[in-house]
């Protein structure tokens, strides 16, 4: 592949990256945002996702770039042909949780394109192909399960189950991509796509403050800790809150109450974290009893064993309190990810490149995660200073966004031109 002339204003003037960055940033800053709360609420499918999708589409057009979306709603971005294989990609999502921070995921869609304008500066662009990714629904706010993109992709989440799974409104997923113009029945494994690319980079913000705490911009990722989410549905009886007795209730929130704290204390005696982030009360009456209180658990450990002796204990108790509340309990569970290694080859080479950058192990997933399953990948993190993430107050300051991008760039420049 040989180096191209950026498209006018793609901000090749700058070899930092530094205003390509800002113009991009400035592009996505009002999309999704909400006025009261200043959070992001950038959901799979939604008016918002296709405003996404539609500033990612200018974003490739104005650098002369091919634009494709695939089978599973994932869009990609390519200079080169990535029919020749051993492509370079790099990206992220741009879907946010509710009311999520600006930096989570659409940092390295930026960053990304930031990053190429950069390497055509230089007239660096190598021989590989060199693609932009954003995976679609990484989140999951919508339909509970996250990576849907990444995961239909490699074959780890089944299309039928997919297609099937339902927002808080009852919407399945199959009639939220109809409806936004994406046939639902054409989703699933992709092994030829997969098999073009022979690299694969994400840069996201770190979700933590490591970085912060040993004052450097930009760490690389080790691992990801084995994680998942499991749904706890407390059935109880309906009744009166002013005229039914306390020893005669069957309250199921007394013991989805019961169930959250114990949550918290087997994690912090196991070295692990348990949430309970996400809960629905029937028939969420101010003066009544509720017949059904679900909770759903977010459960993350350092490793596998871990993890299932720690959702383990916090399913006993649960049962264990229950069975004296008078309440029945139902575990399901929806979505499980098992530890997740980035390739410890580039990850070495990245840390030195980057001046002995910090490898850090994080318990957030990452489609860079779910894609290690089946090819090379690797992660670089942005110093977050307020170490808050999927909130307003997640941040990135300017010049570490553009650090970012400039360590981004030297990563992408070492592998499209070896």
């Known amino acids: ?185 054409g989703i699933g494994p992709d092994p030829e796509r997969l098999a073009r690319i022979g690299v694969f980079i994400e840069l996201h913000v770190e979700q933590g403050r490591a970085l912060a705490d040993v004052d450097r911009a930009v760490g690389v990722g080790s691992l990801i800790w084995p994680h998942g989410r499991w749904r706890f549905d407390f059935h109880g009886e309906a009744n009166h809150a002013g005229t039914t007795r306390l020893v005669d209730r069957r309250d199921p929130m007394l013991t989805y109450a019961h169930t959250v704290l114990a949550a918290r204390k087997r994690a912090r005696l196991g070295g692990a974290l348990a949430t309970f982030g996400k809960v629905a009360v029937e028939p969420g009456g101010v003066n009544a009893i509720p017949s059904q209180v679900t909770g759903w658990l977010d459960a993350r450990a350092p490793e596998a064993d871990a993890l299932e002796q720690l959702v383990a204990a916090i399913e006993e108790t649960a049962r264990n309190r229950a069975g004296r509340d008078g309440v029945r309990l139902g575990v399901t569970r929806e979505s499980h990810t098992g530890a997740q290694r980035f390739s410890p080859a580039l990850r070495d080479s990245l840390a030195a490149l980057l001046d002995d950058a910090p490898v850090l192990p994080t318990g957030a997933g990452h489609d860079a995660g779910i894609l290690s399953a089946v090819l090379p990948t690797a992660m670089l993190y942005v110093r977050n200073p307020t170490g808050v993430s999927h909130a307003p107050a997640e941040h990135a300051d300017q010049q570490d966004c553009v650090a970012g991008v400039a360590a981004l760039a030297e990563v992408l420049e070492g592998l499209v031109c070896r």
């Open 1 to 185: 592949m040989t180096a191209a002339r950026p498209a006018e204003g793609a901000g090749a003037r700058a070899d930092s990256g530094a205003e390509a960055f800002a113009a991009l940033w400035e592009g996505l800053a009002p999309i999704g945002r909400h006025p009261t709360t200043g959070g992001y609420r950038r959901y799979a499918w939604t008016a918002a996702d296709a405003e996404l999708r539609a500033w990612f589409r200018a974003q490739a057009e104005a650098r002369g770039l091919a634009h494709e979306v695939d089978r599973n709603g994932n869009q990609w971005a390519w200079l080169g042909d990535p029919a020749l294989g051993d492509a370079v990609v790099t990206g992220s999502h741009l879907d946010s949780v509710p009311d999520g921070g600006a930096f989570d995921g659409p940092l390295g869609v930026a960053s990304a394109f930031a990053a190429l304008d950069v390497l055509r500066a230089r007239g660096r662009t190598g021989r590989r192909p060199l693609g932009v990714v954003a995976f679609a629904d990484e989140e999951g706010a919508r339909f509970g399960v996250a990576c849907v993109g990444s995961r239909l992709a490699v074959g780890a989440l089944e299309p039928e189950r997919a297609r099937a799974l339902r927002d808080a409104g009852g919407t399945s997923l199959a009639d939220a991509m109809s409806a936004a113009g994406h046939d639902p029945a």
